[in-house]
């Protein structure tokens, strides 16, 4: 590899790993910044679902935007605003405030998802091998971080302008330094002597339309564990209030433990097989969630949880990528867009249906809706015959070989 591509793969690294600090540091901090704007409960979902739904405008206008400017530079401006709307609704102090700061973070966190994962798609192609699922550990670290400054500030009490200022004043700089070295599509190929990315070729929707299922489900999973995984321990498992905050974060270990690992899998077993382990397992962990006898059973679902679901959205978008060789960056677009929905549409789904029926049958919906990724996993492998803009598609165990057929 040149010292062009390492360069690029570190940085965009480290934009996933900001992505992640910036994105914890909102939703694990919701409660304080509903105290300080005052936000009703029956408000609270309308700003927080207004923040998906701009994030969905802001992929689907990203592929439009790649068209006249490089990936890379959207993803160099898009950060920076995600960390200054970040900070702007921790030192904001009207509810109009609030909602011009959200509604910044997320159009931005649309371009940022869309443009880093164009990225890391095009920098996988030119590499020869699976590289993505550690952008996505990167991210996954992040959180983990983000998620920790927002446990010590809530803990001391911390004022949430002062909570963020460090985090941004030391991420921003840094972010901008690194957004030198980013690689698009076509200077990665340029540099391994190949074609560049923006080809000739059409994103065929009814050909993405199984890996864009794939992404809802996956992230239906996510926001079922993100939203209920503490309320679910402590009220229908019976676990203290102090245990009810563990969870989560033993999902975001696991999570960054099975990305950190799955590129090898990847490489060894292809695409397929490791989506396929990665949508079992994960099923099973929301069958020992539905029908564990006590918080520690549960514990271990919500850990096969993280195991499972992890791989599922990195290679989501590596299949993309595939798919459409000659139009990687619309389709990374598109399909960006339905992790939004995903994230929309599990919350309430399993709120709805654990207060109608039982919270415990309610982790069997998300429980079916990963399992049924099993039945798309073919997606996940491009075949060798014509497809989308008449591009050949490589086959996943060529495409996860290096120059060392490993």
Request: proline share 4%; with cysteine; glycine share 14%.
């Amino acid at each position: 590899m040149t010292d062009v591509l390492r360069r690029g793969r570190a940085s965009l690294a480290f934009g996933f790993f900001a992505q992640g600090v910036a994105f914890a540091l909102l939703v694990t901090r919701i409660p304080a910044i509903q105290d300080r704007y005052g936000v009703s409960d029956a408000l609270l979902p309308a700003f927080l679902a207004a923040v998906p739904v701009l994030a969905g405008v802001g992929s689907v206008a990203t592929e439009w935007l790649v068209r006249r400017v490089a990936p890379s530079v959207v993803l160099r401006w898009s950060q920076p605003v995600v960390l200054l709307a970040l900070l702007g609704v921790g030192a904001g102090e009207r509810m109009a405030e609030l909602a011009v700061a959200l509604g910044a973070f997320g159009l931005a966190v649309g371009a940022l998802d869309a443009s880093m994962n164009m990225l890391g798609v095009s920098l996988q192609r030119s590499y020869g091998r699976s590289i993505m699922l550690g952008f996505h550990a990167g991210y996954s670290l992040g959180g983990i971080l983000g998620a920790s400054l927002a446990w010590v500030g809530a803990h001391g009490q911390v004022a949430l302008v002062v909570s963020y200022l460090p985090v941004v004043g030391v991420l921003l700089p840094l972010c901008l330094v690194g957004s030198r070295w980013y690689v698009d599509g076509g200077k990665a190929d340029a540099v391994e002597g190949g074609g560049g990315d923006q080809g000739d070729g059409v994103v065929v929707f009814r050909v993405l339309l199984p890996l864009c299922l794939v992404m809802t489900f996956a992230y239906i999973g996510d926001s079922t564990v993100s939203n209920w995984s503490a309320k679910y321990l402590q009220d229908v498992l019976g676990g203290s209030e102090q245990m009810a905050t563990v969870p989560y974060n033993v999902y975001m270990v696991t999570t960054l433990l099975g990305r950190a690992v799955g590129d090898h899998g990847v490489r060894r077993y292809g695409a397929v097989a490791v989506v396929r382990g990665g949508a079992l397992v994960a099923a099973a962990g929301f069958a020992v969630v539905a029908g564990a006898p006590g918080a520690w059973a549960g514990m271990l679902g919500f850990t096969l949880l993280g195991l499972g679901l992890c791989v599922l959205v990195p290679q989501t978008f590596a299949a993309a990528g595939r798919l459409f060789p000659g139009a990687s960056d619309a389709a990374v677009a598109r399909l960006n867009a339905f992790n939004y929905a995903g994230f929309l549409v599990g919350s309430p789904l399993v709120g709805a249906l654990g207060d109608a029926w039982s919270y415990r049958g309610a982790m069997l919906v998300p429980m079916t809706l990963v399992l049924m990724t099993l039945v798309y996993a073919r997606s996940f492998e491009a075949q060798p015959d014509r497809y989308g803009g008449g591009h050949e598609r490589p086959r996943t165990a060529d495409v996860g070989r290096g120059s060392n057929g490993v």
